[in-house]
């Protein structure tokens, strides 16, 4: 199982799991979970590195890319992973999230804060705004499905505050602002999110964002083979 990102639920089905990411700061927000390994990889892997680092041709089950599919030189991964899967039944799934959605106080907070990071993003992540939809993606559908994607679903997910902070300093953007020497999460902004965040005396909120399917209330939006 190859993934640039994953669920710690996703991984538990599968005895190997291998994560990349060409990030080694991100690879630093991963969850510890004892049957994957993580790989720091470059942004293109020759067909050798692939088989000496993820595995040999046809011994994969399962492909993910979890907020990676438009970073990804496509037309160089997508013969890479059909390479790696195994035939016929090997599944290609990736996703991407939309912006999280907490309480009205705390959103408004974020609609600004993003505002702020905008210049920070590198512009292929447009079509994450775009939920996926502008994406290429040659796959036929899985078995029961009129369509290989995108489709959306919600996850709502229990998080304090400093989860939710920590959630927005794994964005690339945050991370490419520090390198400038600006912090987004200033002290003022901080404040104003915890003010936010405490109206209604509960320090621990409902995370809801939109996910499309071969891509998480966070709105997820999922592609699948």
């Known amino acids: 199982m190859l993934s640039n ?9 599968y005895k190997n799991v291998i994560a990349t990411d060409t990030s080694p700061k991100q690879l630093e927000f991963a969850a510890k979970v004892p049957n994957v390994r993580y790989i720091h ?9 692939i ?30 992973v059909k390479w790696l899967l195994k035939k016929p039944n090997g599944v290609i799934a990736a ?6 959605q907490v309480n009205n106080s705390v959103d408004t907070i974020f609609e600004k804060f993003d505002i702020v990071t905008g210049p920070y993003w590198e512009s292929p992540r447009k079509v994450v705004d775009e939920k996926y939809k502008t994406i290429d993606f040659p ?16 996850i709502e997910k229990v998080m304090d505050l400093d989860s939710y902070f920590t959630y927005l300093k794994s964005w690339s953007a945050y991370q490419t602002a ?47 083979k």
Not at 54 to 60: F, R, W, Y
Not at 139 to 154: I, Q, T
């Open 95 to 100: 996703w991407c999230y939309t912006m999280p």
């Open 5 to 13: 990102c994953y669920f710690p639920q996703l991984a538990k089905y």
């Open 178 to 224: 520090k390198e400038k020497g600006v912090e987004l999460l200033s002290e003022d902004v901080v404040d104003k999110f915890t003010s936010a965040c405490n109206e209604d005396g509960k320090r621990e909120k409902s995370d809801l964002s939109n996910l499309l399917e071969d891509w998480q209330s966070w709105k997820f939006v999922l592609i699948i």
């Open 41 to 49: 990889t470059s942004a293109r892997m020759s067909m050798s590195e």
């Open 51 to 80: 088989e000496s680092k993820i595995g040999a041709e046809s011994s994969v089950d399962l492909v993910t890319s979890a907020q990676a599919m438009h970073w990804l030189d496509l037309p160089t991964f997508y013969p890479q």
């Open 139 to 154: 796959f036929e559908a899985v078995d029961g499905c009129d369509h290989n994607g995108p489709s959306e679903f919600k």
